[in-house]
């Protein structure tokens, strides 16, 4: 099914703003396991070798989900799927979880390219919701690093951990842990096999502790109220959010990075390896029912270094992304995206996308949301049922009209 869409090539201004089972944690167990059931291999149609890659988009809308082509934004494919469904690439370059009712389950983009030497092979074939699925009463985040993709339950404290290029067979073998106590929470697999664990309950959350590869603690650090979010930055450091700043991980040492402001929510961040800075929200009024804050925060993991940057506009948690070489991203309700260098915190540039726009009063509902894919940022507009790729080398921007209205976006 294709879109009925108007493509509009135009050019951005680039306006330069003015800077404005052992001790404590192992009460949980830890086992590996092939899973539960065996599960069918996806069932979308065999792919053709195509001529050149043909990276995909995954938007959610109320009752289903579109797979696009990320170059033409053409609807490939329509998929019916009831509920409020949520988005997170599976970290194979093929299929994205889908955070639905009853667990993580596989959608295959059916789009993908396979290295071979000093080239690669490039396959595209039909999208489809696949039987795979990981079981969770309350699916949560979902985090790629290192080879490994970490499925985390909310309602249970399962942590599932795969190697997602085994999709492509059918559900793939997982080594699983369970937290002490069922949370909000997240965890991050590292290259040694260690795993970052948050600490919680379902009343509160305090901080996070870090396993080895036997799910022995080796350190742990208390002193993260709140604690929500992870990104990783360069050198395998990890950061998790806090109600008063940052945990850095890094190098086998928790250290705490503290707000400027009693209360200092970072709850949202965004890393790249391309830099040491980690992308924040910045959250200061804790009686606000819905704040709208206008700064953002820069931390420098090597050094503590914790900046606020005045953006003269309000965002949300569907703000933040990271361009191919690091710079900060962040889509404004003044219908701008605002590209800041991480390490001055100096505006680069401006490039108008959408008219303004006020945020909804619930979380679930369709706002206008950020996704980088490369050296193009995708945003979603709802109140026009489209979507633009903007070009962060030109400031191009290109308009398609959707069929549905968008809420979540991510890619492949």
């Given at each position: 099914m294709k879109s009925s869409r108007s493509l509009a090539l135009t050019a951005g201004p680039a306006t330069v703003l003015?800077?404005?089972?052992?001790?404590?944690?192992?009460?949980?167990?830890a086992t590996s396991t092939a899973d539960d059931t065996a599960a069918p291999?996806?069932?979308s149609t065999a792919p053709a070798e195509v001529a050149a890659a043909e990276p995909r988009l995954a938007v959610t809308y109320d009752g289903g989900i579109l797979v696009l082509d990320a170059n033409d934004l053409d609807v490939v494919a329509d998929l019916p799927l009831d509920g409020f469904n949520r988005l997170a690439p599976a970290g194979d370059g093929r299929h994205v979880f889908v955070s639905t009712t009853g667990g993580f389950r596989a959608l295959d983009?059916?789009?993908?390219s396979e290295p071979h030497g000093d080239h690669a092979h490039h396959y595209a074939g039909t999208p489809a919701l696949t039987d795979v699925e990981f079981a969770a009463t309350k699916p949560g985040h979902v985090v790629r690093h290192a080879g490994r993709t970490v499925l985390f339950d909310d309602g249970t404290g399962r942590i599932d951990i795969l190697d997602p290029s085994?999709?492509?067979?059918?559900?793939?073998?997982?080594?699983?842990?369970t937290a002490p106590e069922a949370h909000h929470g997240v965890a991050v697999a590292l290259a040694d096999g260690s795993l970052i664990v948050t600490l919680g309950d379902s009343e509160s959350r305090s901080g996070i502790a870090v396993l080895d590869a036997e799910r022995r603690e080796l350190t742990r650090n208390e002193q993260c109220p709140g604690v929500h979010g992870e990104a990783v930055a360069a050198d395998e450091t990890v950061v998790l959010g806090c109600e008063d700043g940052l945990l850095v991980y890094r190098d086998g040492t928790i250290t705490k990075v503290?707000?400027?402001?009693p209360y200092g929510r970072i709850g949202n961040q965004a890393g790249s390896e391309e830099s040491a800075v980690v992308l924040g929200d910045y959250k200061s009024d804790p009686d606000a029912e819905l704040e709208r804050p206008q700064r953002v925060s820069l931390t420098d993991t090597r050094t503590g270094e914790l900046r606020l940057v005045d953006l003269g506009t309000s965002y949300t948690f569907r703000s933040l992304g990271r361009g191919p070489h690091g710079e900060a991203l962040v889509l404004g309700t003044d219908g701008a995206l605002h590209?800041?260098?991480?390490?001055?915190?100096a505006a680069v540039r401006r490039i108008d996308v959408l008219?303004?726009?006020t945020e909804p009063d619930e979380w679930q509902s369709p706002r206008p949301a950020l996704y980088v894919q490369g050296?193009?940022?995708?945003?979603?507009?709802?109140?026009?049922?489209?979507?633009?790729?903007?070009?962060?080398d030109s400031a191009q921007v290109q308009t398609a009209s959707l069929p549905q209205t968008p809420n979540e976006i991510t890619g492949t």
């Open positions: 003015v800077a404005g089972c052992a001790a404590v944690l192992v009460a949980g167990c291999t996806p069932t983009t059916g789009s993908w085994e999709l492509a067979d059918g559900k793939p073998r997982a080594d699983t842990y503290a707000s400027p402001d590209v800041i260098d991480q390490n001055s915190g008219a303004p726009w050296h193009t940022a995708y945003v979603t507009d709802p109140a026009n049922n489209a979507l633009h790729a903007v070009d962060l």
